[in-house]
């Protein structure tokens, strides 16, 4: 067993667990998921079946990964945010085999409180205000906050947010990358 799993913590059977990776106090790890190497996983997380979560994934206290979500590489769960997997959920009805899938890019940033509707992916390094409500696909490099969720900018890959110049170039401030803005669309240059 190469990672940590806290005394209260449980991790039912069939889980794949990387290296490294850490499960704190009251969180539950459900059956054939999948955690990368050097996860956090804090306290009272529970992660539904069949989640998949790449390397170096943080999630932070009071988080709820249901079934559906794919989280890559890198990937940053605030405080008590959560993802749904049914968009028309009813106690009456059973709509198991139903979840809709949804898609956390390398490097993306989800705020605390924030809520991600099914179905919605995330770009890569993009930037979801906490107490956000995401109800649409959210673009590479975006930074979006609010209810409903809207683009008020864009983020570099360290989190710094991005100023393009008059050519729609941007450069961090901390770590002199270039950054394209062409047809509402930013790549890394």
């Known amino acids: 067993m190469g990672y940590f799993a806290h005394e209260s913590a449980y991790v039912d059977e069939g889980c794949q667990i990387g290296e490294g990776t850490k499960i704190w106090h009251f969180s539950h790890i459900m059956s054939n998921c999948i955690l990368g ?3 956090n996983i804090g306290q009272n997380v529970v992660v539904s079946p069949d989640v998949i979560l790449g390397r170096n994934v943080k999630v932070q206290n009071n988080v709820s990964i249901y079934t559906g979500v794919v989280c890559e590489d890198d990937v940053f769960l605030g405080p008590s945010m959560v993802f749904t997997n049914v968009t028309n959920p009813r106690s009456g009805v059973n709509r ?5 899938k949804t898609i956390v890019k ?4 989800i705020g605390a409180n924030a ?3 099914c179905g919605h992916d995330i770009g890569q390094y993009a930037f979801v205000g906490a107490g956000s409500v ?13 209810n409903p969720a809207r683009q008020i900018g864009w983020m570099s890959e360290f989190g710094n947010r991005l100023t393009f110049n008059q050519d729609g170039i941007a450069v961090c401030p901390e770590s002199d990358d270039k950054y394209e803005l062409k047809n509402n669309q930013v790549r890394k240059l």
Do not use: F
């Open 115 to 117: 809520t991600i509707v």
């Open 37 to 39: 190497e050097n996860c």
């Open 96 to 100: 198991r085999g139903q979840y809709s």
């Open 106 to 109: 390398k490097g993306a940033s």
């Open 134 to 146: 995401v109800t649409k696909h959210i673009p590479n490099y975006a930074l979006v906050v609010g």
